[in-house]
């Protein structure tokens, strides 16, 4: 593999999206299907920078961190991602600032964490091949370097990438974060399996709503595993259900059934709520939603936490977000899914 750099890079930027899970979470990590999708309005941006010094300097403005990549400790994602992708690349992490910086509400359920991932190894991706091939064709020329060995990352590649460093996050993930966010669309998953994309056929709205609370990953897919170690049978009893819900929910998008989503999102919130991971903000938030004119609220994500999605539509949806607001969500975003973000 070629180890030599490429002289006089430009910069490079690339952006990921955030993402929600509209139905299946936590249920996926026991090998049922879940259906996410990408939630453009809010994005992870990754910029990587030549130096003229040895040293990977990762500025992390929005956390006003900036460390040296050769300090940081071991379980560092940032870092991790860089070694991971670089190395992947076949190049040497060297002389490099990596800019982060992310819309995406850390701790809130919408894939913050796999959205900078991402954005640093399409980044990376694009420093060190696509916008130098005309650099890379003088410089061979001359023969003074060869490049020609550098690969270039696919979806699928900058996913894989991504699913290392979500094991930082949480030990078991199901790769369902970093498959939608690095393909960018609505997807069918089921862990382990190739990535299914499928059909809306109408669009819907969703108001999220944050509640305000970080809640790590981490801890809410540990204690439904202790809880399933405890009582498998009931657990996956749960998981089976969710699984008819989400291949009810599955049908209903394909068929442009849009009002049955909000019978299935109660349902699967239901079970969310057997399973432990729903929270008093969360019902709050669940309640105040209904009471205003949602048809289905959830939990999206890891829960205890996070963000709460609500399905409106054109006549309630100013109605929800207000109501929203007043039950305490600190912010909320509507999204139609399926048309126009
Ligand atoms: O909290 P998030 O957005 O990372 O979603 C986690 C989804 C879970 O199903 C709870 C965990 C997983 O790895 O799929």
Partial sequence: MQKSQIPNPKAQTAIAPGKIILFGEHAVVYGRPAIAVPVLQVSAQATIEPRDDEHVIIDASDLAHQYDMRDAPDDDPIAMIIRLTCMKL???PRGLTVRISSTIPIGGGLGSGAAVSV??????GKY???EHTEDTEKINKNSVISVTSVVKLSDADIS?????VEKLHHGTPSGIDNTVIAFEQP????????????RIARPFTLAIADTGIAAPTKIA???????????R???EALFDQVEKIVDKARAAIESGQVERLGYLMNDNQALLREMGVSSPEIERLILAAKTAGARGAKLSGGGRGGNVICLVNEVTRDEVE???MKAGAKRVIVTTVGGKQ
């Avoid at 997807?187 to 499928?198: D, H, Q, S």
């Avoid at 897919?221 to 009582?231: I, K, L, S, T």
């Fill in 119 to 124: 954005a640093i190894a399409r980044a990376l």
């Fill in 221 to 231: 897919v540990g204690d439904v595993r202790r809880a399933w170690e405890q009582d």
């Fill in 233 to 235: 049978a009931r657990y």
């Fill in 187 to 198: 997807v069918y998953f089921v862990r382990g399996k190739p990535i299914e994309t499928f």
């Fill in 128 to 130: 060190f091949t696509t």
């Fill in 322 to 324: 207000r109501a929203l």
């Fill in 160 to 164: 894989a990438l991504a699913y290392e």
């Fill in 90 to 92: 076949g190049v040497e």
